[in-house]
């Protein structure tokens, strides 16, 4: 079983910058693409950034291309994303997620997902 633990959310004001965090054990984490997900109030979860198994290929949704970044350390068995230049429509519970992938370059149905951590930015 894979277990993913978010950390890293908070209150920050309009143009800050957060990074999450999300650690995953249970399996080779090398072995699985990971994605980050985010849904505010009303709205459906949506995909906003994810990387494969090597962190060769990387997708972004078109509103947060340009400030957000995603990254993995396969050492530490731990992806991260950068936000910076955050808006008040950033605002959402963020998730991690992961499928078991070592083959494709680009993953977007995941199996197993973090609790989710709030991300709330300020105007």
């Known amino acids: 079983q894979v277990q993913l633990v978010e950390s890293g959310g908070g209150l920050v004001q309009a143009g800050g910058s957060l990074r999450l965090s999300c650690a995953v054990t249970?399996?080779?984490?090398?072995?699985?693409?990971m994605g980050w997900f985010r849904q505010s109030p009303g709205k459906e979860r949506e995909l906003i950034a994810a990387i494969n198994w090597s962190g060769g290929s990387i997708y972004y949704t078109n509103s947060v291309k340009g400030r957000f970044t995603i990254s993995r350390d396969n050492g530490k068995n731990t992806v991260y994303l950068q936000m910076n230049s955050l808006k008040p429509e950033d605002t959402a519970v963020y998730y991690c997620?992961?499928?078991?992938?070592?083959?494709?370059?680009?993953?977007?149905?995941?199996?197993?997902w973090g609790q989710g951590t709030q991300v709330t930015v300020a105007s």
């Open positions: 997620a992961a499928r078991y992938d070592p083959i494709n370059d680009y993953v977007f149905q995941y199996d197993y």
């Open positions: 249970g399996r080779t984490f090398s072995n699985y693409a």
